[in-house]
């Protein structure tokens, strides 16, 4: 099979890629994956002067609220733990800090004591995101409250660990079912550039991850795998002692995903806000992504220790929050008419079901929690 072959456009990395398969042969999606986001100097989420979410629209841009619902979450659990000291938050891909400071400065206004025990860890793989956010939490950087890294922390003692929009950025195989058989997509090299052609299986670890969960793709199917999810929530339900892992995302649980609707997969290109399957072209100037499989988050997350805590849409767990506060952040007497009903049509976006409210997902998981019953999981 031979087909999607496209002449990339001009660029640096267009050319980089070109020759590592030229001269080490076709590579997996996910070292071009890898390459077209992450590479140190032309990476779409990596590069200097990257313009950030330029090319979609996500949760946190819709302004604090996302945030403020967020705080009240994370404020439940520390009260569940019986305010200890210390509560650690960890925000794996944590971007520029936009959320960050969402969450950390309604928390310093609105709950202090719970600021006073907070250390928030913002985890973000470009160095120039991590620098963007010294700036933009400067003042709880000064305080104590907030602090950078490339990577999770050895040790979580008790906290929470959460993500929004982490997964689906995450480097991913992809494989068809071809001729009774399971067999890998690779990026190869054609007469017009960059193309897909099919191989052997790059890991065994491709075919494993299908059977342990029992499914069977049909014949010409084609499909994602993300090893690097796999891995990753293992080793934070590892590291983390006690607390909770929450992770927000569009995706499915496995059946779902990988049944007769997603022949062709979920794996799309963005670029100026429209989606395309068109993956080569400007290797490093858009943004590649693929649903997140939140069976396999389940199932390697119990590897790490973690428990399934809940699982529901993000419309049910934003309307179990606000609604347990009273629509506070809706309709507060600091807020100005004007202001409410601003807060109330964002709130319509983050939880419209045709948009973000149902096409994103919230998958909770605890580690030695005792009754981790929590408002967000709450059903409407």
Not at 259 to 271: I, N, P, S
Request: aromatic letters at 10%.
């Amino acid at each position: 099979m031979q087909a999607m072959s496209a002449r990339t456009e001009s660029g640096v990395l267009a050319t980089t890629i070109e020759e590592r398969v030229r001269t080490h042969g076709p590579i997996t999606f996910a070292e071009y994956m890898d390459a077209c986001l992450y590479h140190p100097e032309h990476g779409y989420y990596t590069k200097a002067g990257q313009q950030p979410r330029r090319d979609y629209y996500t949760s946190v841009d819709t302004g604090p609220l996302f945030g403020r619902l967020l705080a009240r979450q994370f404020r439940e659990m520390w009260e569940r733990f019986e305010r200890p000291d210390e509560f650690v938050l960890v925000d794996a891909g944590a971007g520029v800090g936009t959320l960050a400071a969402q969450i950390l400065d309604f928390v310093a206004d609105e709950f202090p004591e719970f600021y006073a025990t907070l250390q928030y860890v913002a985890i973000e793989r470009s160095a120039v995101r991590r620098s963007a956010q010294s700036e933009a939490l400067a003042t709880h950087l000064s305080l104590g409250h907030f602090a950078m890294a490339s990577e999770l922390p050895a040790e979580i003692p008790c906290g929470c660990i959460f993500s929004n929009e982490l997964f689906d950025a995450m480097p991913v195989h992809r494989v068809i079912h071809e001729g009774h058989d399971l067999r890998e997509l690779y990026v190869a090299l054609g007469p017009n550039g960059l193309c897909q052609r099919t191989g052997p299986l790059s890991s065994a670890a491709l075919r494993d991850y299908f059977s342990g969960q029992g499914i069977a793709l049909k014949e010409s199917q084609q499909a994602e795998v993300n090893l690097q999810a796999c891995d990753w929530i293992e080793d934070a339900g590892k590291r983390l002692k006690r607390g909770f892992v929450v992770t927000i995302d569009y995706g499915h649980e496995a059946r779902e995903l990988y049944d007769q609707r997603h022949m062709r997969g979920t794996w799309l290109a963005y670029q100026r806000h429209r989606a395309s399957e068109d993956f080569f072209r400007a290797p490093g100037e858009q943004d590649l992504t693929a649903h997140v499989n939140f069976t396999a988050l389940d199932r390697w997350g119990e590897r790490g220790g973690l428990i399934r805590t809940g699982f529901t849409s993000q419309s049910n767990f934003l309307m179990a929050l606000a609604r347990q506060s009273g629509f506070a952040d809706l309709q507060s007497e600091k807020m100005s008419k004007s202001e409410q009903a601003r807060a109330r049509l964002l709130f319509k976006t983050l939880i419209y079901p045709e948009g973000m409210g149902e096409t994103f997902q919230v998958l909770i998981q605890h580690k030695n929690v005792e009754s981790p019953q929590l408002a967000g999981l709450d059903a409407l």
